[in-house]
């Protein structure tokens, strides 16, 4: 072959559809590198102004700059998803672009955590965005800053929709294993999103204090109640990042084994796909890992075992279940931890490794904060309490984060969590801090 021929967006898309793809229709759109970074940064399009975003902005467009980091594409959850592209990519990047996009969209649309996530956000966080401005104009601008600065301090601690419970149904069709997957699990009809509530949940930090807190003025309760449903839109994206990579970096391969490339342009995209799926020492690299699981499934158990994965697992359930053995030794992981002044390896042995790494996904990697007491000694204080699943809290941070909740909350909060295998109770109470070890 001497010249490739690179398809168009719709010759990608039904390349898919035939391959077993069912994404959701995408609209792809080439833009500068200051944009793509700049949307990379905010998370999506159109987001309400923080400075936090700006710091982000800049240190990934430097890295850039300097040859140490580059983003290919950017997409969206959403449908019509939207999916942005550099435009210094070449034809050959574009097209394994464009074929990474149609796993993470088709991901997007059928996994079930992603299954109560709102589908217009773009237009939701443009809504946000023009709320914020207002309030900007009527109370100030650093007034809204510093309200914007507690609020996303903790953004996380929010209580996320269960997704729907899964039935059974059995297909006609069986797999070469002998077992009935295709249709196998389906998700029952969730109620429309606009008639969700979402259960009362005493880690919903957020919502705790958008109903309780009588410091907050109305328009300070909205702008909290636009952080917290924008991070519940993120969510899923938090809790399948190797499985939602994985799956992507998956179908890029199978989309571009498809496709009519020249001898040269196979050679520079396996010099492209290994590049994003290397391993990456000390360092947990979610494509490579994501990857090679979803790889492991397909030819163990079959291509439908894969799909039926990919709609019904998160993250914990995935490395839980999947990771096995050869995959730890093929991808070389191990436990590392400190010893004397330097990081060593500590353990090898698979299971152990295999755990390590489901604990350090587990809920994201961010600690669990529960409500307690929100008139804590009678009078309007607020206790809550760490739910230690073995990683203690960086006191100092937690320290600096009882600030932001004491500006929301209004009187003096408590927050108790253990470290070095003591009880520790830090108490912020709007002038001074104070630890006390049980």
């Known amino acids: 072959m001497s010249q490739s021929n690179y398809p168009a967006d719709d010759e990608i898309w039904q390349l898919a559809l035939k391959l077993g793809l069912d994404p959701f229709p995408i609209r792809f ?101 023009e709320r914020v401005r ?58 429309p999103l606009h008639q969700l509530k979402v259960r009362e949940d005493e880690s919903d930090l957020l919502q705790f204090i958008i ?39 998956l179908w890029h391969i199978e989309l ?48 439908e075992s894969a799909f039926l994965v990919r709609t019904v697992d998160d993250d914990v359930s995935f490395l839980r279940n999947y990771l096995t053995e050869p995959l730890i030794d093929e991808l070389h992981l191990y436990v590392l931890g400190p010893e004397q002044d330097k990081i060593v390896v500590k353990s090898r042995q698979w299971e152990l490794v295999r755990d390590r790494l489901v604990k350090e996904v587990f809920h994201g990697g961010l600690p669990i904060i529960e409500v307690v007491d929100g008139d804590f000694h009678r009078r309007g204080e607020l206790y809550l309490i760490h739910r230690h699943e073995g990683t203690d809290l960086d006191l100092p941070y937690a320290e600096r984060t009882l600030e932001h909740v004491h500006l929301l909350w209004g009187r003096p909060v408590h927050l108790e969590t253990v470290s070095a295998q003591h009880k520790v109770i830090l108490s912020f109470d709007g002038k001074a801090h104070s630890r006390a070890t049980v």
């Open 211 to 249: 109903d309780h807190s009588d410091e907050l003025e109305e328009w300070q309760r909205d702008v909290v109640a636009m952080v917290r449903d924008e991070m519940i839109y993120f969510w899923p994206q938090v809790r399948t990042k190797i499985m939602n990579e994985g799956w992507a970096s």
């Open 256 to 303: 571009m084994r498809a496709l009519d490339l020249t001898d040269a342009d196979v050679i520079n995209f396996a010099r492209l796909h290994s590049s994003v799926t290397a391993t990456i020492p000390y360092q947990i690299n979610p494509y490579a890992i994501g990857y090679q699981i979803f790889r492991d499934i397909w030819e163990s158990q079959g291509k």
């Open 134 to 191: 207002q309030y900007q104009f009527e109370q100030g601008v650093e007034v809204v800053e510093r309200l914007l600065d507690a609020a996303l301090a903790i953004q996380e601690h929010v209580a996320v929709p269960h997704p729907p419970l899964l039935s059974v149904k059995r297909s006609k069709t069986q797999s070469s294993s002998g077992g009935s997957w295709s249709d196998l699990w389906q998700p029952q009809t969730p109620e």
């Open 29 to 129: 759109e080439a833009v500068p590198a200051t944009i793509l970074y700049e949307f990379a940064a905010y998370l999506i399009p159109g987001r309400m102004s923080h400075w936090s975003y700006g710091k982000a902005f800049h240190a990934m467009k430097t890295r850039y700059d300097y040859g140490l980091n580059k983003l290919y594409e950017m997409v969206i959850n959403s449908d019509p998803a939207y999916a942005f592209l550099l435009d210094s990519n070449s034809e050959l990047e574009n097209t394994f672009v464009r074929a990474h996009v149609m796993g993470h969209v088709d991901f997007f649309k059928h996994n079930v955590h992603f299954s109560q996530t709102q589908r217009d956000m773009l237009n939701v966080v443009s809504r946000h965005a």
